[in-house]
């Protein structure tokens, strides 16, 4: 793959991946079938829903019709295989649900194949970071630089 065909793979990769939180929140049932493959797999620890018919039922079972939450998503770290046809991502996520709380922090890793001239997710595994009450572990350096934009810190 030449410079262009990676940039134009790793956007429409990013693509797929932000569709899939904006679809979701949006509870786009139809559309968010569309982004995954027919063998499709989502995995979170030891539970897996696959194919794509059972992964799409867990998630319209996740939340009642017209719950309102948001994904907040950074840039994903894409790597591309087998001549563009293939791909790996990294990216985390943080779910907030209407009341505000941060419901889920994790890491999305996803496997992505192209059919049909376009991405797909075959495989996404969820990897959500474990809560630990208390104030991070940090020195005293960097408390006294982020002091100012932690909880009870400053």
């Not at 840039?75 to 941060?102: C, H, K, M, Q, Y």
Request: aromatic share 10%; net charge negative.
């Amino acid at each position: 793959m030449d410079r262009v065909e990676r940039l134009l793979a790793y956007h429409e990769i990013a693509d797929v991946i932000g569709r899939y939180c904006i679809l979701f929140d949006d509870q786009d049932w139809d559309g968010l079938a569309q982004l995954w493959t027919a063998d499709a797999s989502f995995e979170v620890g030891d539970t897996v829903f696959a194919p794509r018919d059972i992964l799409l039922a867990f998630l319209r079972t996740c939340l009642p019709a017209g719950f309102q939450s948001k994904h907040m998503i950074a840039p994903p770290l894409v790597d591309l295989a087998d001549a563009g046809v293939r791909a790996n991502a990294r990216t985390d996520v943080v779910w907030i649900s209407w009341n505000f709380e941060n419901t889920i922090v994790a890491r999305y890793h996803d496997d992505l194949v192209r059919q049909d001239g376009r991405w797909r997710i075959l495989r996404r595994l969820e990897v959500p970071m474990q809560y630990s009450p208390g104030p991070p572990p940090m020195s005293q350096t960097a408390v006294s630089v982020s002091a100012a934009t932690m909880r009870g810190e400053a």
